[in-house]
């Protein structure tokens, strides 16, 4: 028998999820279904950590972010404002190694420099790069390991309009979730409770008249992945019998103490061929950034540094209507961040979704 929260989270999730289950691609249609949208790893061998960038042909495009996470590992996030005065970006590097791990776009950096790609100026292009980082140092035992600028240009440089390829792959190679308990450790002599393995997940939604609205994540969050369509936990906190804890119960049995500052983090690239201003990329970005929430929970904690991208690259010449395509945001950001447990594999100790049996049937 269900609890009254998870039922009643259940019944929230259900509300019009079906209708758009009709308009969702198969599972790998990813970033790249929008055109101009390339994607690469680079994943180091040494520890399981990498760097992801996303690349935007020709002139760029619109750019957009909300960052609701109070400890973010970020470059160049500034720009985003609709302030300031740069109005198209040229890539997005999502990368590990914690604020080391920023390194990378400098890589993705010199990649675009070589193809005259970025903001022109007297005699040369300055490649606008915003990117941000997830904290994996723990993971794999050797935290002088990380990203470097050497991986950002590698990942640049294999870039590709293919499927994205998921999992334990560039930034998600040491991403983890449901550290809750793994961070509180016991409490009172109880058993104690360890996190699970999550990586990079990527989802894509299509219309009939052609908008089309994708998105990248990496999930390395405090809280468990749920699946809004069931509302079950899909990977977190796992007991010492294997089983999962759920972080909503254990929160809500006070057992829950704070966690440690700045060492997780979801991130996510939204994509779309819309025709958006700076202002409507930066108000897709905060109707996308809902998506977390239906898809991590507890997020946005004092321990996550979560941040969402929009790139808008105008290809689509119909009307748009900013409601659908930050509904459409919110819809494939949870999706990507499901998908971002359901593709991961066990790794370093930890088990992934697919040992645990919780990947939901349509990613079966």
Same mark, same amino acid.
């Given at each position: 028998?269900?609890?009254?929260?998870?039922?009643a989270t259940v019944v929230a999730a259900a509300v019009g999820? +079906?209708? !758009?289950a009709q308009q969702r691609t198969v599972p790998r249609d990813t970033l790249t279904a929008v055109d101009g949208i390339r994607v690469g790893h680079f994943t180091l061998s040494e520890r399981p950590t990498g760097c992801t960038v996303i690349l935007v042909d020709g002139p760029g495009a619109v750019?957009?972010?909300?960052?609701?996470?109070?400890?973010?590992?970020? @470059?160049?996030?500034?720009? %985003? &404002?609709?302030l300031n005065m740069v109005e198209r970006v040229n890539a997005?590097?999502?990368?590990?190694?914690? =604020?080391?791990? %920023? &390194?990378?776009?400098? *890589?993705a950096m010199r990649y675009l420099e070589e193809q005259k790609i970025g903001f022109p100026i007297a005699g040369g292009v300055v490649p606008i790069v915003p990117a941000a980082v997830?904290?994996? %140092?723990?993971?794999?035992?050797?935290?002088?390991?990380?990203?470097?600028? &050497?991986?950002?240009?590698?990942? +640049?440089?294999?870039a590709s309009a293919s499927a994205v390829e998921e999992g334990n792959v560039g930034?998600? =190679?040491g991403a983890t979730v449901g550290k809750l308990e793994a961070l509180l450790g016991a409490r009172g002599g109880a058993t104690r409770r360890s996190p699970m393995k999550a990586g990079v997940g990527s989802a894509a939604i299509r219309l009939g008249n052609g908008l089309v609205v994708s998105a990248l994540a990496v999930a390395n969050a405090v809280g468990d992945i749920i699946d809004p369509m069931s509302?079950?936990?899909?990977?977190?906190?796992r007991n010492a019998d294997g089983s999962l804890a &759920? =972080?909503? !119960? !254990?929160?809500?049995?006070?057992?829950?103490?704070?966690? @440690?500052? *700045?060492?997780?983090?979801?991130l996510v690239v939204v994509a779309t061929n819309a025709q958006l201003t700076k202002v409507q990329a930066t108000r897709v970005a905060l109707m996308a950034d809902d998506g977390l929430a239906r898809a991590v929970n507890p997020v946005h904690t004092q321990g996550d540094g979560d941040t969402v991208f929009v790139l808008a690259t105008g290809r689509f010449t119909g009307t748009v209507d900013l409601t659908t395509v930050g509904g459409l945001a919110a819809e494939v950001v949870a999706e990507a961040i499901v998908r971002a447990a359901t593709e991961a594999r066990s790794s370093g100790g930890l088990a992934a979704a697919r040992d645990t049996g919780t990947v939901p049937a349509r990613f079966r």
């Open positions: 028998m269900k609890t009254p929260l998870i039922a999820v +079906a209708a !758009l750019g957009g972010i909300a960052q609701r996470g109070p400890a973010p590992g970020t @470059r160049e996030t500034d720009l %985003l &404002d609709p997005i590097v999502l990368s590990g190694g914690s =604020a080391y791990g %920023l &390194d990378a776009a400098q *890589g997830i904290f994996d %140092l723990p993971f794999g035992g050797k935290p002088q390991i990380r990203p470097t600028a &050497d991986c950002g240009y590698k990942a +640049a440089s294999t930034v998600g =190679a509302g079950k936990v899909v990977a977190g906190v &759920d =972080a909503r !119960l !254990l929160l809500r049995s006070g057992n829950a103490a704070p966690v @440690r500052v *700045g060492e997780n983090t979801t």
